[in-house]
C-alpha cells in the first residue's frame, strides 16, 4: 500500500462544474495535511493546507479531512481552464518531510 | 518575502561529472527541504535542515549525494558522479516549523547525456 494515494486521473470536468479530488494516506499519526496545484513545467504550489477534521474554504477551494477515515479531498468549484493543472496531496507524518500522492492530473474544457 | 530561489534552473552535464545546486529559503524559514520529482510522480522526500543541523536524509540519498547548510541560511545539494537515473527536477522548499506549509522554489532541472 501507498503511503498517499489520490484517486487515479486523468479527470475531466466542464467550465463551472465541480471538480472533486481524493487522497488516502495510511500513517494515522498524521496530523497536518496539504494541497498543491502544479503546472506543467513549473514548480508545486500551495493551495490549501487543514490540520482539523472537518471542512475548510477558501474561495473557490474547499478542503475536507477525515482523519478516522484517513482521507483528505479537495473541491473545486466554479471549475475555470486556468484550474488545468496536476493537484498534488500531500501529508506531514512526523512534523518534518511531506510524503506526496502521485497527483491526479485536471483538466477543464470550455 | 521575495521566494524560494534556486540556482541554476536547468543544469545539463554528461555522466559521470559533479554536480551543485544551491537554494536560498525563505528569510525567515529556519526549515529546509530537499526533494526530487521525476516525470509524472509526486516530489519525493531527499533531506531536510533545521537551522544548520541535517535532521532526516531518506535512503534515496545514496552516498554520491551531499546537502549542507553551513550557516543555517542557504543550502547546497551536490551529486557526484551523475548516472542518467539522476536526471530529474530537483526541488527546494522551505518552511518556518515543523508542521507549517512548505513553499517551494522553482527548481533545478537536470539532465544527463
Known sequence: QKEVEQNSGPLSVPEGAIASLNCTYSDRGSQSFFWYRQYSGKSPELIMSIYSNGDKEDGRFTAQLNKASQYVSLLIRDSQPSDSATYLCAVNPSYGKLTFGQGTILTVHP | ?113
Not at chain 2, 536560498?24 to 510522480?41: M, V
Not at chain 2, 535532521?55 to 548516472?83: C, H, M, N, V, W
Request: charged content about 25%; glycine content about 8%; proline content about 4%.
Open chain 2, 1 to 113: 518575502d521575495t521566494g524560494v530561489s534556486q540556482d541554476p534552473r536547468h543544469k545539463i552535464t554528461k555522466r559521470g561529472q559533479n554536480v551543485t545546486f544551491r537554494c536560498d529559503p525563505i528569510s525567515e524559514h529556519n526549515r529546509l527541504y530537499w526533494y526530487r520529482q521525476t516525470l509524472g510522480q509526486g516530489p519525493e522526500f531527499l533531506t531536510y535542515f533545521q537551522n544548520e543541523a541535517q535532521l532526516e536524509k531518506s535512503r534515496l540519498l545514496s552516498d554520491r549525494f551531499s546537502a549542507e547548510r553551513p550557516k543555517g541560511s542557504f543550502s547546497t545539494l551536490e551529486i557526484q558522479r551523475t548516472e542518467q537515473g539522476d536526471s530529474a527536477m530537483y526541488l527546494c522548499a522551505s518552511s518556518s516549523d515543523g508542521d507549517q506549509p512548505q513553499h517551494f522554489g522553482d527548481g533545478t532541472r537536470l539532465s544527463i547525456l
